[in-house]
């Protein structure tokens, strides 16, 4: 099993990288023959997928193929510094949106706060309340939406003993009997 080399994926493709850019980092997994044929294209280097000295796109085909096969190590080294190369000419920004359009999953590497701005501009984090005062706190969704299902109630989390009062009722406990246990200490405040 081969080991993993710093941010590259498993995949043993030359293109799953992440690849600084003039304006930040970009992440790419073009995985496949056909994702790596596009991402050359891209980038403007599609004599990559011509030169026999450096790849063997048929090894995809091979039984325990399903990478872009460097033919040997010095090759590999000559292939991902083009890729470094186009990369570190080209906008981050620029290239996750032209690889996505064509296919080929790419993302910007992003901070926390734009992220998060991101997030709220598509509509995947919202305002949840906390607590009986509520304060309102935003929570990111799942980051992205289900077909046709309207967005998960704003609701928050129950807080410590919510329920108690409808779950003790539920039992057959009196609401004296609660009463008492709540005085004692034994229950907090109730919520419902």
Known sequence: MELRVGNRGYTGSPAADTYRCADGWLSTAANTPQQFRRLASV???DALCEDATLLDLDAFNAPE???VAARDASALQRLQACLAEAFAASSARDMEARLNAVGVPAARVRRLGEF????????TVSPVSYGAGGAAVDTPGLGFRW?????LPGAPAPVLGD????LLRELGMADEAIACLCRSGVLGALQS
């Open 147 to 151: 077909m046709d299902a309207e967005p």
């Open 43 to 45: 980038l403007g280097l």
């Open 116 to 123: 998060l701005g991101e997030a709220r501009a598509a509509g």
């Open 65 to 67: 193929g399903g990478f």
């Open 163 to 166: 329920g108690n009062l409808a």
